[in-house]
Structure formats: C-alpha cells, structure tokens
C-alpha cells in the first residue's frame, strides 16, 4: 500500500506562490499516475491537475492552466504542485493522490491512494 504524504501549504497573498509536494513511500512510485485535487469548505473535491508516470503527460483543470505546474522526480518518489499567481478562489485542502491502472485521470474514484491533504490559504 502506497503512503503519501504532502507539504508544502500555507497562507498567501493574492498573487503569491507556493509549491506543494508529496512524497510517496511503501511502493514503487513509477508505477503510478499522480493526481492533485482540492477540497474547499462547503464544496465537492475537485481535479487539479495530473502527471503520467514518465512524467511526460500532464493535465489540468482550465482555472489552473498556465498557473499551476505539475512535475514528478520519480528518483525522489515526489510529486510537486507549483502554484503561481494564486487567487482566493485557489483556497482548500489540496490532496495528492495515486492511480495504478490509469494515468491523468480527473476522476476521483480512479485513485487507489490519497494523501492526508495540506491547507492553502489565499487571502485577498
């Protein structure tokens, strides 16, 4: 069973920058696509973005394109989440995740591990 487990969060100004990681333990990291979602107070949780396991592919929400990077050091076991130009509308719990069968899935359901989440905060 895959451990994940994220840092990196905090609060920000608007505009401000922050890079989340994760770091996977007890499985052979390569083999999985990873994913980052979030969470809002109130709200569903939604897709992020995501990576392929080489790391070539990647995805992302439209809110987030050009903003947001996802990358993946497969020597590390981590996943990152660069976050620029942030806005009050990024604030949530954001959660890695790791899917054996698919890769840069946006659907929740096809992730078999998950993260304990790390709060962003933006504030206007």
């Known amino acids: 069973q895959v451990l994940l487990v994220e840092s990196g969060g905090g609060l920000v100004q608007a505009g401000g920058s922050l890079r989340l990681s994760c770091t996977a333990s007890r499985g052979t990291f390569s083999m999985y696509g990873m994913g980052w979602f979030r969470q809002a107070p109130g709200k569903e949780r939604e897709f992020v973005a995501a990576?392929?396991?080489?790391?070539?592919?990647?995805y992302y929400k439209d809110s987030v394109k050009g903003r947001f990077t996802i990358s993946r050091d497969n020597a590390k076991d981590t996943v990152y989440l660069q976050m620029n130009s942030l806005k009050p509308e990024d604030t949530a719990v954001y959660y890695c995740?790791?899917?054996?069968?698919?890769?840069?899935?946006?659907?929740?359901?096809?992730?078999?591990?998950w993260g304990q989440g790390t709060q962003v905060t933006v504030s206007s």
């Open positions: 990576i392929a396991k080489s790391g070539i592919t990647t």
């Open positions: 995740a790791a899917q054996r069968l698919y890769s840069g899935s946006s659907y929740a359901e096809e992730y078999d591990y």
